[in-house]
T-cell receptor, first 115, second 110 residues
Framework: GAVVSQHPSWVICKSGTSVKIECRSL??????MFWYRQFPKQSLMLMAT?????????EQGVEKDKFLINHASLTLSTLTVTSAHPEDSSFYIC???????????FGPGTRLTVT | GQQVMQIPQYQHVQEGEDFTTYCNSS?????IQWYKQRPGGHPVFLIQ???SGEVKKQKRLTFQFGEAKKNSSLHITATQTTDVGTYFC??????????WGAGTKLIIKP
C-alpha cells in the first residue's frame, strides 16, 4: 500500500518555541492532506484540510495563526505549531489522499511534548 | 452534519473469546470505513463498506453494513493478542474528510 512518512516522530520543545512537522507521501501524489491531533484515549480530531497549492481549511476552534499549514507540493505538507504551550502537547497525525482512491493513508504520527 | 456513535468504549475479553464493536448513525451513510490503531501507533485502514447489507470478511474479522445503511459492526472471532488496539469506524464525506467514531478499545485479559 501507499506510504506516508512523518517527521519527526517525537519532539520535545520549550514553551514559546515553534515546531515544524513534515508529512510526505512517498510513492503517490497526495491531492489532499489532513492534519489531526489525538489526545490520550480519545478519537482523532481533524484540525485542517490542505490541498496542494491552496490555503488550508481549518476546522472550527482551530487557530490558523497558531497552526500554520503549508502544502507546497503534491508530496509534502507541513504543520508548524507556533509559540507552543504545554496544552499543545499531543499526538499529531497526518493523512494523505490521492484522487485515484477513496482510501486515506496515515503517517506514523508525531508526539509533541511542550515543557 | 453526519455523526457516528460507536460503542462500547472498551471491551475486555479473554484470549479466544469474540469481540464486537458497533457504529450507529441517525442518518443514512454513504459509506463506512474501519480502522485499527495499535497502542502508540497510527490508524491503519481495514476496509470500506458501501452497499446496503454488505458483509465482508478478512480472516477472523467480519464487517457488516446494515440494510438501512445506518449502522455497521466489526466482529472478531477468537481474539488473539495481536488484535489488541482501538478499532474506529469512520464515514468519509464528499470532501474526503473522515468523520470518526469514538473508538472501541479491545483489551485482552491476562
Amino acid at each position: 500500500g501507499a506510504v506516508v512518512s512523518q517527521h519527526p516522530s517525537w519532539v520535545i520543545c520549550k514553551s514559546g518555541t515553534s515546531v515544524k512537522i513534515e508529512c510526505r507521501s512517498l510513492d503517490f501524489q497526495a491531492t489532499t492532506m489532513f492534519w489531526y491531533r489525538q489526545f490520550p484515549k480519545q478519537s482523532l480530531m481533524l484540525m485542517a484540510t490542505s490541498n496542494e497549492g491552496s490555503k488550508a481549511t481549518y476546522e472550527q476552534g482551530v487557530e490558523k495563526d497558531k497552526f500554520l499549514i503549508n502544502h507546497a507540493s503534491l508530496t509534502l505538507s507541513t504543520l508548524t505549531v507556533t509559540s507552543a504551550h504545554p496544552e499543545d502537547s499531543s499526538f499529531y497525525i497526518c493523512s494523505a489522499h490521492s484522487s485515484s482512491s477513496y482510501e486515506q493513508y496515515f503517517g506514523p504520527g508525531t508526539r509533541l511534548t511542550v515543557t | 452534519g453526519q455523526q457516528v456513535m460507536q460503542i462500547p468504549q472498551y471491551q475486555h475479553v479473554q484470549e479466544g473469546e469474540d469481540f464486537t464493536t458497533y457504529c450507529n448513525s441517525s442518518t443514512t451513510l454513504s459509506n463506512i470505513q474501519w480502522y485499527k490503531q495499535r497502542p502508540g501507533g497510527h490508524p491503519v485502514f481495514l476496509i470500506q463498506l458501501v452497499k446496503s447489507g454488505e458483509v465482508k470478511k478478512q480472516k477472523r474479522l467480519t464487517f457488516q453494513f446494515g440494510e438501512a445503511k445506518k449502522n455497521s459492526s466489526l466482529h472478531i472471532t477468537a481474539t488473539q493478542t495481536t488484535d489488541v488496539g482501538t478499532y474506529f469506524c469512520a464515514v468519509q464525506d464528499s470532501n474526503y474528510q473522515l468523520i470518526w467514531g469514538a473508538g472501541t478499545k479491545l483489551i485482552i485479559k491476562p
